[in-house]
């Protein structure tokens, strides 16, 4: 089988999957939307205060909504023994991850990044910003999916697991947070935002390289215990 | 490269690990306390005082040693994780996983030196410095090769697992840096950093080097010495352990 | 090999040839598992070597791995999709076949309205039927079975067994483990395996 047929194969599965049991895509959303809500009312409601956090808070939420959602990126595929199948089949593993986070991704982040200028809005953000923060998570988003992606793989077969996968991964996503706020600040402050974006880019790039083989490598070592 | 090829395999073999190993663990020790003595009489008692900070600098003789082998040891564990992926190898295997206690330790000592200097200099026990801050993220890093290397039930896959872990977070440590900075200098624009000094006189960073070099000593010491204990450990159904055990056997 | 550091399997040897199928026996915990995932590939051997078709297996991963068929005790199956979308999404990045066929394969293994329900719905004895309905398209050579007769009913267990016949008399090779004995016709040779005593 050819790659493009095998990763319509992987598309259809996830999305019949997420189509199935919508709570896997939905909770991250409202998890995102619960967080945010939580710090006007512990810091202020004064909208110049909320303006001047919400970029950064926007993105801890989201950086804490992927990383709610990762756990269960393999772990059901393991339990199911489908992992199994995938190590034993004669297809490049680094491709089927990559695919595979992707399209998590795109049913996770999607909803998050759609839901975000609604969340600055709320935050009192201004609307000109928007197209920055959107952009941001565009460029972001994927990025933590892949960096993730090698912490679920590491960790799928442990028992304490989730805990140990946020440990692994929330160092790894300081670059992303501070770049993706900074263009959010710039933005506001009417600053260009090209640059940020960029870097916000080659991250991705990068990325998009080297986890799916670290996170395939990984996926065979946690096969053993 | 045939003497690249006998001195691969001789430091693949645990027995002979075991054996030079033990000589290198005493060189080194003999090596790392006389120069940390030293260093640490010098920087102390013998230096001049700096003229901003007067004598409250003098910590830099135990922070800066600290941050760079805490930051050589990471790179050190990501190489030994490489070779331990690529060639297979228990002796590589061992001393990644020794690796990260000892550099997690070192990342430790310098984040609270780092914030002891810090109460004189700005005032405040914690200031989110570029280095500091990266120093934290570091000492995070660490923990996370501690905390997964302990998760696995399997030795070998626990090893292999360290080493994927270590590999991904040296690639990201680069850009994990930089970031830092760049925020830290959005942030706070030209405020006064720790070490980074123009020209420091000799007799400031002669013994500076001592005790970098006295560092490194001890930290080659102490791994070599708890890899060697670890790797009898794993090889206790080994023919050589059992041998071993049997000659020294009372 | 070992497991966890502890020596599981040892002095193990055995060749294949074309129409061969190895039974391997023995009591709980005496490795049959860990054999079978070793032989696919999925646990380092520690000791020793896997050949196929006299090279080593890690030599030639994607070629071996696309002749082989395992399945193991988790049967690899999406239990929130139905019997046919399983055969089709996930099989199928195994084997690619028309989705009539995939029914077929289905209504063969005695799941015909089944084939629509959601996996999770399905009996144990029905969830493995649904797994070893590949076995009739399958166009691998060498089949590695975990258990495959659990919770199968004498009917089922009778199809996979014409299924082995016929893979067999194609040239193909499979190992099984099973407690129970495969019947005559099959030519199975037997592999017994002691649980080993540690130190």
Known sequence: MGLVPLAGLICRREWLLAVRSPAQVLNPLVFFVLVIAMFPLGISPAPEVLARIAGGVIWVAALLAVLLSLESLFREDRDEGVLEQLLVSPHPLPFVVLVKVLVYALLVGGPLVLMSPVLGLMLSLPPATYGTLVAALLLGMPTLFLLGSVGAALTVGLRRGGLLLVLLVLPLYVPVLVFATAAVDAAQLGMPVRGHLALLGALLALMLVVAPVAAAGALRVTSEE | MGWLATWYHRWASPPWFYQMSGRWTRGLMGLALPLLCVGTLWGLAFAPADYQQGNSFRIIYIHVPAAMVAQSGYILMASAGLVGLVWRLKVADVVLRNCAPIGAAMTFLALATGSIWGKPTWGAWWVWDARITSMLVLLMLYLGVMGLGSAFRNEQAAGRASAILALVGVVNIPIIKYSVEWWYSLHQPATFRLTEKPAMPVEMWAPLLVMVLGFYAFFGAVLLARSRVDLLDRERRSRWVRSLVAEHAI | ?199
């Open chain 3, 1 to 199: 090999m070992e497991l966890d550091d502890r020596p599981l399997l040892s002095g193990l040897g055995f060749c294949l040839r074309a129409g061969d199928l190895v039974q391997v026996c023995g009591a709980n915990g005496s490795g049959k598992t860990t054999l079978m995932r070793a032989l696919a590939g999925l646990v380092p051997l520690a000791d020793g070597e896997v050949l196929w078709r006299g090279r080593r297996v890690q030599r030639q991963w994607s070629r071996f791995r696309a002749e082989l068929l395992f399945i193991g005790h988790r049967l690899g199956l999406k239990t929130g999709l139905t019997a046919e979308e399983n055969l089709r999404l996930v099989a199928g990045v195994k084997a690619p076949v028309v989705a009539r066929d995939w029914r077929q394969c289905l209504l063969a293994v005695g799941l015909g309205a089944a084939a629509r329900m959601p996996v999770w719905q399905l009996s144990a004895g029905q969830q493995r039927r649904v797994a070893l309905a590949q076995l009739a398209v399958s166009p691998a050579t060498l089949w590695l079975l975990d258990e495959p007769f659990t919770a199968l009913d004498p009917q089922a267990v009778a199809w996979v067994e014409a299924q082995l016949q016929r893979h067999l008399l194609a040239g193909g090779v499979a190992v099984v483990t099973s407690h129970q004995p495969l019947s005559a016709h099959l030519g199975a040779r037997q592999l017994e395996l002691n649980v080993q005593d540690v130190d």
